[in-house]
């Protein structure tokens, strides 16, 4: 058996847009690393079940930057590029779809703004809303050039949640059947923390937050009924002696909720929590990600194999999981991926 993963990158050196892995659930092994469309700097993808791609590209011109995505139709062999949007200014840094109401938002770390568009028929997009975070920012250096929303998807009850980096908040919105957002509820965590990434657990009640800044990553519960979330407990990612750079990037959570996954860039590792009834979480494995800078994973269809890219290394590893304890295995090293961002399961 093979299971297929679109890979995100930058394209900064030499990647040349979007990748396509494959890999043998079998051996396991992964194969046939190949370009499958071009992009500038796609660092995140996201698919709609209509067999298209939403897609971060970034266009240079003349010394100018557009930002924005490109929209790619997938129901044929070779990938059919649909549509630009783009405007002046950097590329957003998250793209999520939304299936129920034929939305697409996108979180741009660099101006703040957080924007939803309506998918046509056709899979081309219209802009519907847009909010710019302009909260005070948090003390770290990386936040003192303003508000950096790094994520933009739906919560368990269908709203939208947005973790911005720059500001230290949590925002949550109701979303509307045409695209308006409406303020529902922030959520403030300590200085420096830097919200990146969050999962959410609708039969605990909780969600994981995890904070790039600051190496840790928080269980929130989260009231469905007022779309609040607050902080229950909060642990870090990396070892207690690690004293040079860290910054923690994504986050999964088990199919059974019973783990929770976060990978670290600078440690390079990912480090693996067993979660209590409460959600409270316990450390049960770092290991390494054998390259530099993991910045996604994921997982096959049963979640028994983890795929992760290395983005200043160019390469992937695959890792076999143990369902029952968490614990990862190194299954291959040493795979090249050019400039790997993002890991998507190509299924639809």
């Known amino acids: 058996m093979t299971e297929d993963f679109y890979i995100g990158t930058y394209t900064k050196r030499i990647s040349r847009g979007i990748y396509r892995v494959t890999v043998d659930t079998a051996a396991p092994k992964l194969m046939d690393c190949e370009w499958l469309a071009s992009a500038g700097s796609p660092t995140y993808i996201a698919k709609a079940a209509a067999k298209r791609l939403y897609v971060i590209n970034k266009k240079e011109t003349d010394g100018t930057t557009h930002g ?4 790619y139709d997938v129901s044929e062999e070779k990938p059919r590029a649909i549509q630009q949007v783009l405007e002046l200014g950097a590329s957003p840094a998250y793209v999520s779809v939304d299936e129920a109401r034929q939305l697409v938002y996108t ?5 703040a703004a957080v ?11 219209k802009e519907t809303d847009r909010v710019v975070d302009q909260d005070p920012v948090g003390p770290a250096p990386e936040q003192a050039d303003g508000p950096h929303p790094h994520f933009a998807d739906l919560t368990p009850d269908n709203r939208l ?3 911005d980096l720059g500001s230290d908040k949590v925002y949550v919105y109701d979303v509307s059947d045409d695209g308006k957002l409406s303020p529902v509820s922030q959520l403030d965590m300590p200085a420096g923390y830097g919200p990146r990434h969050i999962v959410f657990d609708d039969k605990k009640g909780v969600a994981y937050l995890v904070g790039e800044l600051s190496s840790n990553v928080a269980t929130l519960s ?5 779309g609040k979330l607050a902080v229950k407990s909060i642990i870090s990612t990396i070892p207690a002696d690690w004293t040079t750079h860290n910054g923690a990037a994504a986050i ?3 199919q059974d909720g019973r783990f929770i996954y976060v990978s670290n860039r600078g440690n390079n590792s990912l480090a ?3 979660t209590a009834d409460d959600g409270t979480l316990t450390l049960v494995q770092r290991i390494s990600t054998e390259g530099d800078f993991p910045r996604d994973f994921n ?3 049963d979640q028994s194999l983890l795929l992760v890219v290395n983005q200043n290394s160019d390469n992937a590893s695959l890792f076999s999981r143990d369902a029952e304890s968490g614990k990862l295995t190194l299954a291959q090293k040493d795979f090249m991926v050019p400039e790997g961002v993002s890991v998507l399961p190509a299924k639809f």
């Open 115 to 125: 924007t939803v568009y309506a998918i046509a028929t056709d899979g081309t997009l």
């Open 299 to 301: 997982w096959t269809s």
């Open 272 to 274: 693996v929590f067993a």
């Open 68 to 71: 924005g995505l490109i929209i």
């Open 107 to 111: 979180a741009n770390y660099h101006t």
């Open 252 to 254: 999964r959570m088990s």
């Open 222 to 226: 989260y009231d469905a009924t007022t």
């Open 161 to 163: 949640v947005v973790c």
